[in-house]
């Protein structure tokens, strides 16, 4: 039996009269025998709450800073009428800031044989699978002096999916996707093998495009335009080993990559190429493989939404045998990693020439706006020295980046709000150029 504040403020009552300050609750509710009785036979009255059933029903996905409604049925088997105070308890990453407690707990009278429903509101707080917890049930007898209380389990789990902030950039891109592959009146000349049509020639056009036959047929120079090839292959790769676990601003490097890569397979999938993802760092940790267009982009956002970065050094040779094992045909191999030197030299470039001698290689990393605001300070001994860290910094990443450059890698560097449209426009410079 659980002593409610009220039945402490009503013993103490009864027991003034008397003249005893009780030293226990057992020795003060001794000293008035009518409350005593009120409270046993309250309890008595109390609905019980071992016999309750419950069923749940709502949302199973949300999105990351989205709301998820998830309904809780309680059904009073007893015959007496239930009023209760119901506690619903997720994690604590399944609520935003000062909200648990207003969104977990309800009271409710439920009568005989009847049954009610409570809603939770979910605003989660990270990524990730979030798991219902316990439902902890008090159930008041009708003075409401005392209470049962009993514990269930009720199994519920809700998919806390990437936001994907990038996807307003994704109009701009379908639309010079569109002028590249000549579905608007501006005609952009690739480089590849599909023929589309003849125009007339003008400054700056590639002298190996003109067609010299239709020249002779008429009197304007005429250059072939052509059409980007299609159903190309892209393998994206999310390095996701240690480097990946450190913060950029307020969200670590394999959100930004996540982001990134969830706009390029959005863009790929209409422009009718195949995307595979791989996410790896010592062992596979995600995989989606041969879905087609209307199941790729949902397959990626559900493979994506567990992930966490692991404390571990990648292995280089492991996650190149994966890629090749997951591209063996010609590709596009898009490895959104970190631009550390250490990792890059002794771990990246020793395997590379194993990628790039059967496919084209394009490595993107996130890159820190901290430093760069680092490296513009001045006004004191101590910015300054901030300035010069910042610079040598800046100065290595490049380094690193014209070393992956001479291996005819193709490499984005970009602050996390500009990563996704830098990563999309570097996948469509080389469909117009012909390189996939």
Same mark, same amino acid.
């Given at each position: 039996m659980a002593l409610t504040g009220r039945t402490a403020l009503l013993a103490a009552i009864g027991a003034l009269p008397v003249g005893i300050l009780a030293p226990s609750w057992t020795g003060m509710l001794a000293v008035n025998a009518p409350l005593s009785l009120a409270i046993v036979c309250d309890y008595a009255l109390a609905a019980p @709450? &071992? !016999? $309750? &059933?419950?069923?749940?029903?709502?949302?199973?996905? @949300? &999105?990351?800073?989205?709301?998820?409604d998830v309904q809780l049925s309680i059904t009073n088997a007893s015959k007496r009428r239930l009023r209760a105070q119901v506690r619903d308890a997720w994690p604590p990453s399944s609520w935003g800031a000062g909200t648990e407690q207003a969104t977990s707990r309800s009271r409710?009278?439920? =009568? #005989?044989? %009847?049954r009610r429903r409570i809603t939770t509101s979910l605003r989660p707080t990270r990524r990730g699978d979030r798991h219902a917890d316990r439902v902890t049930v008090r159930s008041y007898g009708p003075l409401g002096l005392a209470a049962r209380q009993s514990s269930h389990k009720v199994p519920w789990t809700v998919r806390v999916l990437p936001p994907f902030t990038s996807r307003k950039h994704l109009p701009s891109r379908l639309a010079r996707l569109r002028e590249l592959d000549g579905r608007t009146s501006v005609l952009i000349r690739g480089q590849g093998t599909e023929f589309d049509s003849l125009r007339d020639y003008v400054p700056g056009d590639d002298t190996r495009s003109i067609d010299w036959r239709a020249t002779a047929r008429q009197a304007n120079v005429a250059v072939r335009t052509w059409r980007p090839e299609r159903d190309r292959h892209i393998l994206l790769v999310l390095d996701t080993g240690r480097t990946s676990a450190g913060r950029v601003g307020d969200v670590p490097r394999l959100d930004a990559s996540m982001d990134a890569a969830l706009l390029l397979t959005a863009l790929a999938s209409r422009a009718g190429d195949r995307v595979d993802l791989l996410a790896y760092d010592r062992r596979v940790r995600a995989q989606v493989h041969g879905r087609s #267009?209307? %199941?790729l982009l949902p397959a990626v956002v559900d493979a994506l939404a567990p992930l966490e970065p692991e404390l571990v050094e990648t292995d280089a040779r492991g996650l190149s045998a994966a890629a090749l094992k997951s591209a063996p045909r010609r590709s596009l191999i898009v490895l959104l990693t970190n631009l550390d030197a250490a990792p890059i030299e002794e771990g990246l470039l020793p @395997? $590379? =020439?194993q990628l790039t001698q059967r496919h084209t290689v394009l490595v993107a990393s996130v890159a820190d706006p901290q430093v760069e605001k680092? !490296?513009?300070a001045r006004g004191s001994v101590e910015a300054v020295y901030d300035a010069a860290a910042a610079a040598q910094a800046q100065a290595q990443r490049r380094r690193t980046a014209e070393q992956l450059q001479r291996h005819g890698v193709t490499v984005v560097d970009a602050t996390p709000e500009? $990563? #996704?449209p830098a990563l999309a426009d570097a996948y469509l410079a080389l469909k117009a150029a012909g390189r996939l």
């Open positions: @709450v &071992r !016999s $309750l &059933r419950f069923t749940r029903s709502g949302e199973t996905t @949300v &999105r990351l800073g989205g709301q998820a409710l009278t439920i =009568p #005989a044989g %009847e #267009a209307s %199941e @395997v $590379l =020439p680092m !490296s513009k500009n $990563l #996704a």
